[in-house]
């Protein structure tokens, strides 16, 4: 049995329909759909499956549905007994990766989202943020672009994605001017993001401190598996400092490939996303040629992947 990475998607991979074959098919999917109705005060079920999108992609609505879908698989796969190596999820991911490493039950986990979600939203209706993708430049050309773009408001780097994929983030002029720096230096493409703010900037600061009081009434147990965190890209254990970097997570950069590149440096060639869509296997192809990614998003990618564990060949 090789040594396994699970990898959790964030906000940006759901889809009208998520879920829904899992929900028809297994009834303690179905139940935690209920439960997740209870917690929020919503049909969470009827919006992931049925929309519309205009109201899915509302971030109240988003992160939960992302995060209840995950959760969803890793409940699934429980009967595998699979023992991961590390859990590591992207941004909201983190939350689900959590859940599977054994340190937050699904409720604190989807209250913690919920939380979360409703004040990000309103810190992004409180001002006039968004974010780009830079594609084509790396780290080292993308920071004297955000500190040149400062002249004209709030921006920072808030996504490293792969080697050569960086999203930035700020206010929308800042924003604009980076994008437009970005082409002049090189880069293959400069776009500018349909998101409903700034998130992992400092516009996103009013949420992070009341964040802050919400994750303290949380119960964090130390994971039985290391977790590699968004903030820093090293493996966490202990609950206290889960806490601390899960709050940190709201205005400061997302490490993903920094993340993916020190569980690579560990050995592990195979990662498995679940969750909905592609968006984690596509970044690991970008930057690690010789790792293995999977997806387990529906239920027949479950299937699929249950008999290939079953025959030795994961």
């Known amino acids: 049995m090789q040594r396994i990475a699970f990898l959790f998607p964030g906000q940006g991979a759901q889809y009208v329909g998520m879920a829904k ?45 992302i995060f209840t879908h995950s959760v969803a698989l890793w409940t699934l796969m429980e009967d595998l007994r699979l023992q991961p190596a590390f859990t590591a999820g992207h941004s909201l991911g983190e939350y689900s990766a959590l859940v599977a490493a054994g340190a937050l039950s699904f409720e604190d986990g989807l209250e913690a989202v919920k939380n979360r979600s409703l004040l990000m939203q309103d810190a992004c209706e409180k001002s006039d943020g968004t974010m780009a993708a830079i594609i084509g430049l790396t780290e080292k050309e993308v920071q004297p672009i955000c500190r040149e773009a400062r002249a004209y408001g709030i921006i920072q780097p808030a996504n490293f994605n792969s080697k050569d994929q960086i999203a930035i983030s700020g206010e929308r002029r800042a924003v604009e001017k980076g994008a437009e720096l970005a082409k002049e230096r090189g880069a293959k493409r400069a776009i500018l993001l349909e998101v409903a703010g700034a998130f992992h900037s400092e516009l996103m600061r009013p949420a992070q401190t009341r964040f802050k009081q919400a994750l303290d009434k949380l119960q964090v147990k130390k994971p039985a598996v290391p977790v590699v965190a968004n903030v820093n890209a090293e493996p966490v254990s202990e609950p206290s400092q889960i806490k601390e970097l899960l709050t940190d997570q709201i205005t400061m950069p997302v490490l993903w490939y920094q993340s993916v590149e020190r569980m690579y440096r560990e050995g592990i060639r195979t990662f498995v996303e679940i969750g909905p869509g592609r968006v984690l296997q596509g970044l690991l192809k970008r930057s690690f040629k010789d790792a293995k990614g999977m997806g387990i998003d529906k239920l027949t990618d479950l299937e699929k992947f249950a008999e290939a564990v079953k025959v030795g060949a994961v």
């Not at 929020?40 to 049925?50: H, K, R, V, Y």
């Not at 205009?54 to 971030?59: A, D, F, I, K, N």
């Open 21 to 65: 074959d899992l929900y028809d098919s297994r009834p303690e999917v179905r139940d935690l759909y209920s439960k997740a109705g209870k917690i929020l005060g919503c049909d969470l079920a009827t919006i992931s499956f049925q929309g519309p999108p205009e109201v899915l992609v509302q971030t109240r609505y988003t992160q939960p549905a």
